[in-house]
């Protein structure tokens, strides 16, 4: 079945194909781009690359690092991206070392001078952990959280901690109780969240590659909003030790790249288990850079036998129209390199919204109560034990965070529990159960990853449940623990470059190769589309 309608306006143009070459679909801007940028090439690997520049000896960890962080510090205080920056010494001395090892021919790990950002929900114990909160500022852990060391552990270099929505609650890092993170497409556009702070720093290459997290598509709506690659494993694929709770059951930590290679190359970095959490999997790991196959080693129809579930409820009304276009000519080169395609209908998806704020709020609720001046978090004094705690609480936590946890905690108080609790627990696995049933038959279901492209800077902030909405697409993959992909697809009109669009591929679950390696053919097969935003294009061309 063909997606591509002939009454909608397409997004994107395919090229006209042959037996004997890669199919390959053209991206259609919406507004002037630079001519240097016309037919860009496809974005490559910037680990790969790093790494081959550094062990061939054609530039220094030293110069790479100095080369980001100058455009960090340029173009820091239009963007916000970070709350902390390591200084510069830090960052150049880790630089030198590795240097020093490659000068004396002594072995390097697989992200050996890659620059990092880590959101600052994640625990760095040389940096602050603040979770975008007063209540946890100047914070700074006693550890690193499982990921952060892995990824030290791999030779990378952490530039920094990037910011987010107070506590991971919010889907515009505009909650974050510090500032504002603008999107490098448009600086007067959010960059979606609560990851919003990562997608940017990736997005205006400030940092290689970036860590997230997502409970209920922190890291899937904001990679769309921004342009770049982002990945939500398998619940359990990667230990969430050292990750600030917001919902245990539906928390990740999740993957941001400028290509499906550095993010597939990143999550095998942070993978495996970890007995510091036994909620992580044991699974074989699989060697995910092995399905980074170059365009011109392709076959024709190389996801030939693929078949592909389009969401049926995903491309309905509440859908901006450029977007579902986007995604529908995106599915349309996807068979034109073999996949077939057909609709696959999920009665229960519109109820993962409603099911997803009831537990989101009532695991909250639960992991917040820590934060009482005593155990954790800044305390403000008082005369009793109560006022303590109520006045640490009342000023450290924001509004959005404050809301959440009453919903959470009237959800579960008695009288109330059944009614809303057990009943989401009981639509969770109405959900899991439809995904497994469309997985059986399909080996990859795609969506939209966000019902419309970024929007205006304070647009919905006093409008929670039109927020809430904006999660519609990314809450069922959560409640199902299943893994997921956003990538760019193309361009809507907007801004002064265009607004990126991306759409979702859903796998089962620890099946994260199968993603990895149909969105690298879908990358390197999008010609025509530089997914570097206006404010570093000229430099970063």
């Keep these: 079945m063909k997606m591509l309608s002939s009454a909608q306006t397409p997004r994107l143009l395919r090229s006209p194909t042959t037996t004997t070459t890669t199919t390959t679909l053209k ?3 919406t507004s002037p781009i630079p001519t240097s940028a016309a037919t860009p090439a496809p974005p490559p690997s910037q680990i790969l690359t790093t790494r081959k520049s550094l062990l061939s000896r054609q530039t220094s960890a030293v110069d790479l ?5 100058h455009r960090l510090r340029r173009s820091e205080p239009q963007l916000s991206s970070f709350l902390y920056v390591s200084p510069d010494e830090t960052v150049l001395k880790q630089a030198e070392d590795l240097d020093r090892k490659i000068k004396n021919n002594e072995a390097v790990g697989p992200l050996a001078g890659v620059l990092v950002g880590v959101k600052d929900n994640i625990c760095t114990h040389d940096m602050p952990s603040t979770a975008g909160s007063k209540l946890l500022e100047n914070y ?13 552990e791999s030779g990378a270099i952490v530039v920094g901690k990037t910011n987010l929505d107070e506590f991971g609650m919010g889907s515009t890092t505009e909650g974050s ?6 999107n490098p497409w448009d600086l007067t556009r959010v960059p979606g969240g609560s990851s919003g702070g990562s997608a940017a720093a990736v997005s205006a290459r400030q940092c290689m590659v970036a860590l997230g997290s997502d409970t209920g598509g922190s890291v899937r709506q904001p ?5 770049v690659v982002g990945l939500k494993p398998t619940y359990g694929r990667v230990s969430r030790y050292g990750l600030v709770a917001y919902a245990s059951s539906l928390d990740v930590i999740g993957c941001f790249g400028s290509s499906v290679a550095d993010a597939g190359i990143l999550l095998q970095a942070i993978s495996g288990h970890d007995k510091f959490d036994a909620t992580s999997s044991k699974q074989e790991i699989f060697d ?28 309905e009304d509440g859908v901006d129209s450029e977007v579902i276009s986007s995604v529908r000519n995106a599915v349309s080169h996807l068979e034109d390199l073999g996949c077939t395609a057909s609709e696959v209908s999920l009665p229960s998806f519109s109820l993962g919204l409603p099911a997803y704020y009831i537990l989101a709020s009532c695991e909250s609720s639960s992991n917040l109560s820590r934060y009482d001046g005593v155990r954790y978090g800044n305390q403000v004094f008082g005369d009793e034990l109560g006022s303590l705690y109520g006045d640490s609480r009342a000023q450290g936590f924001g509004s959005e965070v404050k809301m959440r946890i009453l919903m959470g905690t009237y959800a579960l108080s008695a009288g109330y529990y059944d009614a809303y609790y057990k009943r989401a627990q009981q639509v969770r696995t109405i959900i899991r159960k439809s995904f497994k049933d469309a997985l059986d038959k399909y080996d990859i279901l795609i969506s939209p990853a966000a019902p419309s492209v970024a929007y205006k800077i304070g647009e919905k902030k006093n409008d929670p449940l039109a927020m809430y909405a904006g999660d519609i697409m990314t809450v069922n993959v959560n409640l199902a623990g299943l893994p ?4 760019p697809c193309g361009f809507v009109e907007g801004g002064p470059a265009g607004l990126p669009v991306g759409f979702q591929m859903i796998g089962a679950a620890f099946n994260e190769e199968k993603l990895l390696k149909i969105g690298h053919i879908f990358e390197q097969t999008l010609q025509g589309c530089s997914f570097i935003p206006p404010l570093v294009a000229d430099e970063a061309t």
């Design 27 to 29: 991206c259609l801007h």
């Design 65 to 69: 690092a100095k080369s980001f962080l």
């Design 140 to 152: 700074r852990p006693p550890y690193d959280a499982t990921a952060v060391r892995k990824l030290r």
């Design 177 to 182: 109780a510090y500032q504002v993170t603008a």
């Design 223 to 227: 990679a769309s909003f921004c342009g």
């Design 288 to 315: 995910y850079a092995s399905q980074f196959i170059p365009i011109d080693d392709m076959e024709s129809k190389p996801l030939q036998g693929l078949k592909v579930g389009v969401i049926r409820e995903t491309l």
């Design 484 to 487: 997921a992909l956003v990538l």
